[in-house]
């Protein structure tokens, strides 16, 4: 008896048909995520009256640098970008050291008191003292006014080191460890010379992270640092607008000159967000094959 054949027609979207649906969904995407800091760039050089008038959606209206004048006429503004530059870079490259110095360990699984180090980093992500007892201990031990006040305290961030620790069990070959220690080669020499080499994608994925961290913090420099020459970048801008609003409201009071005063303001807002933001912006595309590999290798477990 011959078996009856039922011809099957493909069912769904094809291929190529697929492939213009999912361009058109990452273009909407890309878009919602893009405008906001692309509106903010139109306004940071538009009058802010056609800001609030709706007339810059796409281009910018009445086109303007000067809040931009007005934000490096502070005095300040170039000390602050040294110091941001100086806090991210030394920041960026102690936090990634000690990862590494304390992620790789834990990813050994022979390590005497793994499971208890493990369990020690993990609550310290669930409790913590708070920000007077923190403060108490960064002024006990002499850091206050200190930029090492901005590194010490958080040295280690623990979901950074846990992304750290899968990447080296997961993507590091055992084999290649076993073959140094059958080489006579010793734990540091291994380290440096195979497991360093070998983690670079998660390397620029830690440097990314510790790199915004670091450049976007003012709270904790405006905590520890009272001196006004060692403010970051954001902390000095911060204090441009505060400066700047206080004088909008003092004006509405005295002499009536509220408006062009509270439209200086605005003008320096969105510079500010445009000045903060530039820097990680313009880095950022040249770590993102990286950051990506990285990512994705570190925090999947399997």
């Given at each position: 008896?011959?078996?009856?054949?039922?011809s099957r027609k493909p069912t769904g979207l094809s291929e190529k048909s697929s492939d213009i649906v999912l361009v058109i969904f990452c273009v909407l995407i890309l878009v919602i995520v893009a405008y906001p800091l692309y509106y903010v760039l139109v306004a940071s050089v538009s009058d802010p009256y056609d800001v609030f008038a709706g007339k810059t959606f796409l281009l910018p209206s009445q086109f303007t640098l000067d809040g931009y004048k007005a934000v490096f006429a502070d005095d300040n503004i170039l000390t602050g970008l040294f110091n941001s530059v100086k806090y991210t870079v030394i920041g960026t490259v102690f936090s990634v050291v000690m990862l590494?110095?304390?992620a790789y360990p834990l990813s050994v699984k022979d390590l005497p008191g793994r499971k208890f180090f493990s369990i020690f980093f993990i609550i310290t992500m669930y409790f913590g003292g708070g920000m007077v007892p923190t403060y108490l201990i960064v002024k006990e031990t002499g850091l206050i006014n200190s930029m090492w006040a901005l590194f010490l305290p958080g040295g280690v961030a623990v979901g950074n080191m846990i992304i750290m620790r899968n990447f080296f069990e997961n993507s590091i070959p055992k084999e290649m460890i076993e073959a140094a220690?059958?080489?006579?080669?010793?734990?540091w020499t291994t380290f440096i010379k195979i497991v360093v080499p070998l983690?670079?994608?998660?390397?620029a994925v830690?440097?990314?992270?510790?790199?915004?961290?670091?450049?976007?913090d003012w709270f904790t420099s405006m905590i520890y640092l009272p001196s006004p020459d060692k403010a970051p970048l954001p902390l000095v801008l911060r204090n441009i607008l505060i400066k700047s609003s206080a004088s909008a409201s003092?004006?509405?009071?005295?002499?009536?000159?509220?408006a062009e005063l509270n439209k200086m303001t605005e003008m320096i807002k969105f510079s500010s967000i445009?000045?903060?933001a530039l820097p990680m912006l313009v880095i950022y595309p040249f770590v993102q094959k990286y950051f990506e590999k990285g990512f994705m290798a570190g925090a999947v477990k399997g």
């Amino acid at each position: 008896m011959k078996a009856n054949t039922i011809s099957r027609k493909p069912t769904g979207l094809s291929e190529k048909s697929s492939d213009i649906v999912l361009v058109i969904f990452c273009v909407l995407i890309l878009v919602i995520v893009a405008y906001p800091l692309y509106y903010v760039l139109v306004a940071s050089v538009s009058d802010p009256y056609d800001v609030f008038a709706g007339k810059t959606f796409l281009l910018p209206s009445q086109f303007t640098l000067d809040g931009y004048k007005a934000v490096f006429a502070d005095d300040n503004i170039l000390t602050g970008l040294f110091n941001s530059v100086k806090y991210t870079v030394i920041g960026t490259v102690f936090s990634v050291v000690m990862l590494y110095l304390t992620a790789y360990p834990l990813s050994v699984k022979d390590l005497p008191g793994r499971k208890f180090f493990s369990i020690f980093f993990i609550i310290t992500m669930y409790f913590g003292g708070g920000m007077v007892p923190t403060y108490l201990i960064v002024k006990e031990t002499g850091l206050i006014n200190s930029m090492w006040a901005l590194f010490l305290p958080g040295g280690v961030a623990v979901g950074n080191m846990i992304i750290m620790r899968n990447f080296f069990e997961n993507s590091i070959p055992k084999e290649m460890i076993e073959a140094a220690d059958i080489d006579g080669a010793s734990k540091w020499t291994t380290f440096i010379k195979i497991v360093v080499p070998l983690s670079r994608s998660i390397m620029a994925v830690m440097v990314v992270f510790s790199m915004v961290a670091y450049w976007n913090d003012w709270f904790t420099s405006m905590i520890y640092l009272p001196s006004p020459d060692k403010a970051p970048l954001p902390l000095v801008l911060r204090n441009i607008l505060i400066k700047s609003s206080a004088s909008a409201s003092q004006a509405s009071m005295i002499s009536g000159g509220f408006a062009e005063l509270n439209k200086m303001t605005e003008m320096i807002k969105f510079s500010s967000i445009i000045i903060a933001a530039l820097p990680m912006l313009v880095i950022y595309p040249f770590v993102q094959k990286y950051f990506e590999k990285g990512f994705m290798a570190g925090a999947v477990k399997g």
